[in-house]
C-alpha cells in the first residue's frame, strides 16, 4: 500500500516557493505527497512536477480548500467561483501527473445550518446539476473527483458515505468517485468498515488520521477493521495522512487545533507512516 502526506501539514498555501517540503516528506518515506491547491497561481506546474518526481515522489493527489465564496450549492457567483476553483483543481491534477482531485467539494465548509427540507432539496437538485458540469470537464481531462463526506460540525449536507453514494448514483458520471476519511467517518458513521464496504470499487481515495486529528495509530480508531475493509474491496490506491498540527496556524485555526499531538509535523508524519506500513506490510 502506497502512502502519501497532504502539505497541510507544513504549509498554507503550497507554492512554487516551497519546493523544500517535498525533500522532507522524501526523508520521511513517503511515497507520495497530496498537494493541497489553494488558488490560481501558487504553483508552477512543470517545475512542481520535476521536484516531485528528482525527489523520488509521486503526486498521489490533488487536494481542494473550499472557503468562503467556493459554494456549488450557494449564491449564483459563489456557484460560479467554486466551479471555476474545482475546475483550476482539475487543471492541477493534469499538470502534477495524477488522476485524483478530492475533497467536499459540494459546499463551502463550515456552512452547517438547519433548513429547511424543501430548501435541502432545492440544494441538492443544485449540486447534482452543478457536478454534472464540472463532471464533463473532469472527463475531458481524464481525471477522476472523489466525494469527501465531512463531519457534522463541518457540513450539514455530506456526512455519510450513504449521501456519497447517493449522489454518485444521481450525477451518473464514470469520473465520480467516493473519498472517504477516517477522522470523519469515526463521527459520523456506524460503521467506517461497513462504509468502505458499502464503497466497494467506487472508493478512489482515502484519507488517514485519528479520532483526534492525531497520527495514525495513536487513538481510537479500529485500523484493523479499516484495513480488512479496504482489503475486501481491493482498495490498491493510496493511504494519504491527512493531520494537522499547531506549526501552520491558518489550519491548525480553519481544523480546531488548539493542541499539539505530537511535537511536530515530522514526528506526527513518521508515526503515521510507520504504522500505516505495519499495517498493511
Known amino acids: 500500500m502506497k502512502v502519501g502526506l497532504n502539505t497541510f501539514i507544513f504549509a498554507s498555501p503550497f507554492t512554487t516557493e516551497k519546493l523544500e517540503i517535498l525533500k522532507k516528506i522524501r526523508e520521511i518515506g513517503f511515497d507520495g505527497v497530496e ?32 472557503g468562503p465564496g467556493r459554494d456549488i450549492r450557494g449564491k449564483k457567483e459563489e456557484q460560479a467561483t467554486g466551479m471555476q476553483y474545482i475546475k483550476d483543481c482539475i487543471d492541477a491534477a493534469v499538470g502534477l501527473g495524477t488522476d485524483i482531485f478530492a475533497g467536499p467539494f459540494y459546499s463551502m465548509v463550515g456552512r452547517a445550518n438547519m433548513e429547511p427540507e424543501s430548501e435541502r432539496l432545492e440544494q441538492w437538485k443544485t449540486v447534482v446539476r452543478n457536478t454534472k458540469e464540472v463532471c464533463k470537464y473532469a472527463e475531458d481531462h481524464g481525471v477522476y473527483i472523489c466525494l469527501e463526506p465531512l463531519n457534522r460540525f463541518e457540513t450539514d449536507f455530506i456526512n455519510i458515505c450513504e449521501d456519497a453514494l447517493r449522489m454518485v448514483e444521481e450525477v451518473q458520471s464514470p469520473m465520480l468517485k467516493i473519498h472517504l476519511d477516517t477522522f470523519h467517518m469515526n463521527i459520523e458513521e456506524k460503521s467506517p468498515a461497513l462504509a468502505i464496504l458499502n464503497s466497494g470499487d467506487l472508493l478512489y481515495h482515502v484519507h488517514t488520521c485519528e479520532n483526534d486529528r492525531g497520527a495514525p495509530g495513536t487513538g481510537n480508531i479500529g485500523w484493523k477493521a479499516i484495513r480488512d475493509a479496504l482489503t475486501a474491496v481491493g482498495y490498491d490506491r493510496y493511504l494519504v495522512i491527512e493531520s494537522f ?31 500505516l506500513k505495519a499495517l498493511f506490510a
Do not use: M, Q
Open 35 to 66: 498537494v493541497s491547491y489553494e488558488n490560481r497561481g501558487d504553483v508552477d506546474f512543470p517545475r512542481v512536477k520535476a521536484a516531485i518526481e528528482e525527489n523520488g515522489l509521486e503526486c498521489s493527489s490533488i487536494c481542494g480548500a473550499f
Open 245 to 275: 498540527t499547531p506549526e501552520v496556524e491558518i489550519i491548525a485555526k480553519a481544523a480546531s487545533i488548539w493542541r499539539e499531538t505530537e511535537k511536530s509535523g515530522v514526528e506526527l508524519a513518521s508515526k503515521g507512516l510507520h504504522f
